[in-house]
């Protein structure tokens, strides 16, 4: 069946570090990837999504590639912000079915 | 309503109660999701509604677990005889489209059921 796999966290940064969250999916067809963002106490938030190979989505400062060849979409931040912290969660949707799937989530902790 | 609102915010039950966790999806949303997120864990699907149709219900873990949209708007999951293993957080998600448009699912906050 269709899967995300997540880095394991937590993944500590000091502010204004790069960010990388890698991302790797196993799907039928060609799916719909899409990065979700948990802040404290509140619900999932839709970051920034890409559905076909080779596009980029990007939000807030945040992006990821599609890369079909190695099934991939890692979730990058070139100097990250202590408002960042939050968990992160990679999910697709694939094969005509319009649920998402979800990887066990990341969770960021940005320090001053 | 500006997004999904999900209620109770928190629900401790009982070992053997029964807990009705409510959702309201945001108005015009065709789809409606419930998911389970255990601690530590991403959400794992539950079931589907488009409209009033309870269109998949394959990821509900037992015949105790039942959810209903009767009107194709809020939609209630209950949780007949709770055990310890259904203490999680249950999330509710509504997106535009229906059946096989992929449109962006919006969350609620979620109940965090707590079963002792």
């Known amino acids: 069946g269709d899967s995300v796999t997540q880095m394991e966290g937590p993944v500590t940064l000091s502010e204004e570090a790069f960010l990388t969250i890698n991302c790797t999916y196993t799907?039928?067809?060609?799916?719909?990837l899409f990065w979700y963002v948990q802040y404290p106490g509140e619900g999932l938030q839709l970051l920034l999504k890409a559905t076909k190979a080779d596009d980029k989505g990007s939000n807030k400062g945040f992006e990821a590639t599609y890369r079909k060849e190695t099934t991939s979409f890692h979730l990058e931040k070139g100097s990250v912000q202590v408002s960042d912290s939050a968990v992160y969660f990679c999910a697709l949707t694939a094969g005509g079915s319009y649920i998402p799937t979800f990887g066990r989530g990341t969770s960021l902790i940005v320090h001053p | 309503g500006a997004g999904v609102s999900q209620s109770p915010r928190y629900k401790v039950a009982k070992r053997g109660q029964d807990v009705a966790l409510r959702c309201d999806p945001i108005s015009g949303h065709v789809s409606l999701f419930w998911y389970q997120q255990a601690l530590g864990q991403g959400p794992e699907f539950l079931t589907y509604f488009q409209n009033e149709a309870q269109l998949d219900k394959s990821g509900l873990p037992s015949d105790r677990f039942f959810a209903e949209r009767p009107e194709g708007s809020v939609s209630t999951l209950k949780i007949q005889r709770t055990q310890q293993e259904d203490s999680a957080v249950y999330l509710c998600?509504?997106?535009?489209?229906?059946?096989?448009?992929?449109?962006?699912?919006?969350f609620g906050q979620g109940t965090r059921l707590t079963v002792v």
């Open positions: 998600a509504s997106s535009l489209g229906g059946r096989g448009v992929n449109t962006e699912a919006f």
């Open positions: 799907a039928t067809g060609y799916p719909s």
